[in-house]
C-alpha cells in the first residue's frame, strides 16, 4: 500500500505562504508544489500496484469525510494536498493500474501526462482559429497523422472531442442535416406535417452513445431500431435490409445505420462493407463507431478492422482508450463536412470565406469551448512512433489470446466471443448447474475478484447470460498481470462453488 | 520574449532514454520531464508578460512547420518538448497573460494547475460511483459548496460538465422531459400529430450556446425567438409575455425561457424574478444563463445578480471563468433531477434503487466519460476561500468601473452599456464623423491593439454598431494593465484616425 502517513511531511514545517490578498499565488508557489507533485505522480506510478485497483470504500464515505460547509478563509496548499492523498485516494478506483481489466481500460501514458501539464499551463480556448493558431492547426495535423495512421483513404475532416458520446452526437447531428430540405436546424422536427418519423439503426450490441444521441437528437428512442446479431455478434444485414424496407413501407424515413468495429460487450466487428452497400443503395449515413477497436488499425495487419470504413460518412477512434493518451480525446473524422457544418453554424453564409483566417471550430460542434486536446494526442503519436504503438497492440492482443486459451483449457470456464483483439469474455458454469445459478455464481465471482484489489474487470450480458470480461489495454499491463487475473478468476471460482 | 533559444539546452547532452520496446516510458522518465516542465511552467508564469497575447503568427505557418507524415518510428520526448517551445509557442494566444481581456477572460491559476496536474495522473473516469468514487463523492461536495457560496437556497442538483454549452444542452433536454407525457425521449419529435412546435425563448443578447441547444435538441432554430432587449439591455417581459401569448394562439407549445445573467455581448442581467412568475404561471422551464456573472455572488453584497434564481429550474456558472478554475469546469444545477434523469437514463427503473451504491453521474448527462472536473474546483475553493474570491472579484470590478470613467472622461469615447460587473463596452466616435465609418475606425483600432502585443481585447455589435470589449477576468491582471489597455486603445485611435 502507498505509504499515506508519510506524504508531504516536509511541508509541515515549510508550508508555502497562504494565497495573497489580490492576484494568483507566486510562480515560486506552483514551481514548489509542483516539484513535489512530480515526485508524488512519480511514486504513485513506482508504487501502482500497491494500490487495490477498485476503490475500497462504501457509499458517503468520502463525502462524509469532507467539511459540509466551503471554506470561508483561505487553507495552505500543502493541507489541501495532504487530504488529497489521505481522504480521496482511499476511494479512487486506479485506471492507472497495470491489473484494470474493466469496461475497456486506458492510459495516461508519460508523454499524454506531460502534454497535459503544458496544456494546462497554457489553458487555452480554440474556439476559433486566432483564440489559439497553434491548438487549431496541431489538431488538423494530429487528425490528419491519425487517419494516416489507420490507413484511412481519401478525404476525411478531423477533429478531436471529449468523448465517443460527443463524437456519435455530432456524427448523428449531421447524418440529421445531410439531406438539407429537411432543414430541421431550421425548422426542427415537432409539428411538422412534411416530415415523417426518422429512424436509426444499430446492431442490438451498439454502444448506449447511439441511444443516448437519439435522444438528445429529438429522434426518440423507439426510433433507433436494434437490429438482431449473428452467432459471432455482427449486425445481420439481412435484417438491416428487410427493416429498413418495412420501416420505409410503413412511411418512416430512415435516416442512419451506426455500424460498430469493437463491441462494448464482446469486441465484434459488423460487417461494415456489406452495411455500406446498403446505406449506399438507400441514401443514408453511415456512420462507424470504433472508438475501442479502432486503435488496432495502427498495425497495418489488422487494417481489417476498418474494412469498408471508405464507404461511411463518419468515423470514431478514441486515442484515450486504447492509445494511451489520456482522457478525454475522442477523434471524429467526417466525409460530409458541409453536413456537420450546416448542423453547427451559426456564422452567416456571407461572411464564412471573407473571415481570411483559418478553420474555426467551434463551427463544426456545439460546444464552444475547445481545450488544447491535439498536444497530447500528437506528443503520444511521437513518443511511441507509429511501430511502437502497433507493437504494444499486438501484444495487448496477444496476451488476450493466450488468456483465452488458458481458459478455454480449463475445466468448467468457457470463452463465450471470439478473441479478435484485447477483450476477452469468459463464463463459469459447472456441468449440471443451471444457467440461472451460473449467472448468480459468475457475478459473486466478480465481485470476490475485483474485492482482492489485485485485478479488476467487469461484466456484461451476452445471449442474457452474465459474463465477465477482460479488456486488456493499460499501456503497463504485462502476460504477469494478465495471468494473476486468471488465477484469481480460478480461487474467486472455488471458494465461491463450495460457498 | 521568453528566449526561445535556451529551452532545455541541458537536454542536448542528457536525452531521456528512448521509448522503450514495450509498456509506458518508465516513472524516472516522467519525473525528468516533469521537473523539467514545472520549471517551463513556473517561468512560463513568471514571464507571462514577455509574449505578446495573441499570437502573431499566420494562417497554416504552425502547420505548415510540422511533418506531412505521421511519425513512423519513436522520437526523442526532448525533441517533442523542443517543438513544442519553438514550433507551437509562437502560435499560442495567451489566455494566462494578464493583458488578456477579450472574450471573457479565464485562468488556470496556481492551485487549479495543481489540482489538474493529480487528476491527469489518476486519468479516472468517474461515468458511476464505483469507477471512482471519490471522483463523484467530491463533485457532489464541490457543487454543494459553490451553490452555498453563490447563496443559492433550497434543493439543487448539481454536476460539473466541460462547457456552459453542454450545460445548457442538458438543462434544455431536461426542459423538453419536464412533462413526462410528452415522451419525446422515447417518442422523439417528428412525425407525431400530437406534438405542436415547441418553442423556447431567450434575449436577443443570449449566448449562441442557447441556439446551438434548440438545434442539437431538433427543436428547430426558428423556433428560439429572440426578445428583444430594453435600452439597458435586459430581455423585455412585456414582449416576452406577448410573444408566448401569440405563440400559444397559434398553436404553438411553448416550452422554456433562458434569462442571462450576465450576457456575453455587455453583461447585462436579464429581470429574472419578473421572468421566473410568467414561467411559472405558464408552466415552462426557466434556465438561468449565469455562466460568466454569476462569479460575482460569491461576494455576498453582489449577490443581486443571481435574484430570482429560486424561480428557476436549472442555472449554469462556469468556475472556468470567473473563478480562477482551469478549462473545461462548468456547474449545472437543477431543481428538478427527476427530468435531468428522464432525458439520459438508460437504466430501467427497476434496477434504480437496488444498485446499492452512489449516484452514478453518467444517469444525468449524454457524456459517458467524465474526467475528475472535482478535484480543481476543490482545490481552487480551498486555498482562495470564499472571502478571497470575493476579494478579487471586487477587485475586478473596482477596475472595470475605474477604466470606464476614464473612458467617459475621454473626448470622442463613450462607455455604451451600463458597467455592474468587469466587461466595460466602448466605442470611439469623432464627432461628425459617420456611425458606418466609426464602425470601420473601431474595426481598425482594435486590431492595431491586439497586434500590439501587449493586451487583447475583443468586439461585439450592440445597437448594430461595433464596440469594443474589455473583459476583466484574469486573476493576475492589475489596474496597471487595464491603464496599458486604455493608453493602447488612445494611441492606436490616434494613428488610425490620422491614417
Known amino acids: 500500500m502507498f505509504d499515506r502517513a508519510t506524504f508531504l511531511p516536509a511541508r509541515v514545517v515549510s508550508q508555502t505562504p497562504p494565497a495573497p490578498p489580490l492576484g494568483d499565488f507566486p510562480p515560486e508557489t506552483f514551481a514548489h508544489h509542483g516539484h513535489e507533485l512530480i515526485d508524488w505522480i512519480t511514486r504513485y506510478l513506482r508504487e501502482i500496484e500497491s494500490h487495490p485497483v477498485l476503490a475500497q470504500t462504501t457509499p458517503g464515505a468520502i463525502a462524509g469525510a469532507l467539511p459540509l460547509q466551503a471554506p470561508a478563509h483561505a487553507e495552505p496548499i ?19 493500474h497495470p491489473g484494470f481489466f474493466g469496461y475497456f481500460s486506458i492510459t495516461a501514458s508519460v508523454p499524454g501526462m506531460l502534454a497535459e501539464l503544458m496544456a494546462t499551463a497554457l489553458n487555452v480556448n480554440g474556439m476559433i482559429w486566432a483564440t489559439s493558431p497553434a491548438a487549431t492547426e496541431l489538431e488538423q ?25 460527443t463524437s456519435t452526437l455530432l456524427a448523428l447531428a449531421a447524418a440529421r442535416e445531410a439531406d438539407p430540405s429537411l432543414d430541421v436546424r431550421g425548422r426542427g422536427l415537432a409539428g411538422r406535417t412534411d416530415l415523417p418519423r426518422l429512424r436509426v439503426y444499430c446492431s442490438e450490441l451498439a454502444h448506449s452513445s447511439v441511444d443516448k444521441a437519439v435522444m438528445v437528437l429529438g429522434l426518440g ?81 489488422l487494417r481489417g478492422v476498418l474494412a469498408g470504413v471508405e464507404g461511411a460518412d463518419s468515423l470514431v477512434v478514441n486515442p484515450h482508450k486504447w492509445l494511451f493518451t489520456p482522457v478525454g480525446c475522442s477523434a471524429l473524422w467526417v466525409r460530409r463536412p458541409d453536413a456537420l457544418r450546416r448542423a453547427f453554424t451559426l456564422v452567416p453564409e456571407y461572411l464564412r470565406t471573407t473571415s481570411g483566417a483559418g478553420l474555426d471550430y467551434h463551427d463544426v460542434g456545439y460546444q464552444l469551448g475547445r481545450p488544447f486536446r491535439a498536444l497530447k494526442l500528437w506528443m503520444v503519436l511521437r513518443a511511441f512512433g507509429a511501430e511502437g504503438l ?54 459473486r465471482i466478480l465481485a470476490r475478484v475485483n474485492a482482492s484489489g489485485a485485478v479488476l474487470l467487469s461484466h456484461t450480458s451476452v445471449h442474457d447470460r452474465i459474463v465477465l470480461r477482460l479488456a486488456i489495454g493499460n499501456v503497463r499491463t504485462t502476460a504477469a498481470h494478465v495471468e494473476q487475473a486468471y488465477q484469481a478468476l480460478l480461487d474467486a471460482a472455488a471458494v465461491e462453488r463450495s460457498s
Not at 494530429?142 to 468523448?163: M, S
Not at 507493437?391 to 463465450?416: G, K, L, Q, Y
Open 390 to 443: 502497433a507493437e504494444r497492440i499486438r501484444a495487448h492482443n496477444a496476451m488476450a489470446r493466450d488468456f483465452a486459451a488458458r481458459i478455454t483449457a480449463t475445466p468448467d470456464w468457457s470463452v463465450v466471443a471470439p478473441v479478435d483483439f484485447s477483450l476477452v469474455c469468459v463464463r463459469y458454469a459447472p456441468a449440471g448447474m443451471s444457467p440461472t445459478d451460473a449467472d448468480e455464481l459468475n457475478r
Open 221 to 301: 428512442h423507439e426510433n433507433l431500431v436494434k437490429i438482431p446479431v449473428d452467432d459471432v455478434f455482427r449486425m445481420r444485414t439481412d435484417v438491416l435490409e428487410a427493416r429498413i424496407a418495412e420501416d420505409r413501407a410503413a412511411g418512416y424515413r430512415p435516416l442512419a445505420v451506426v455500424a460498430t468495429a469493437g463491441t462494448t460487450g464482446v469486441a465484434s466487428v459488423d460487417p461494415v462493407p456489406a452495411i455500406a452497400a446498403i446505406t449506399a443503395r438507400e441514401g443514408l449515413w453511415l456512420h462507424v463507431d470504433a472508438a475501442y477497436a479502432g486503435a488496432v488499425a495502427v498495425a497495418p495487419e
Open 78 to 96: 500543502d493541507d489541501i494536498l495532504r487530504d488529497v492523498h489521505h481522504v480521496l485516494m482511499p476511494g479512487i478506483t486506479h485506471w492507472q
Open 141 to 165: 495535423v494530429t487528425v490528419r497523422w491519425l487517419a494516416q495512421l489507420l490507413g484511412l483513404e481519401g478525404e476525411w475532416f478531423g477533429q478531436l472531442t471529449d468523448t465517443a458520446s
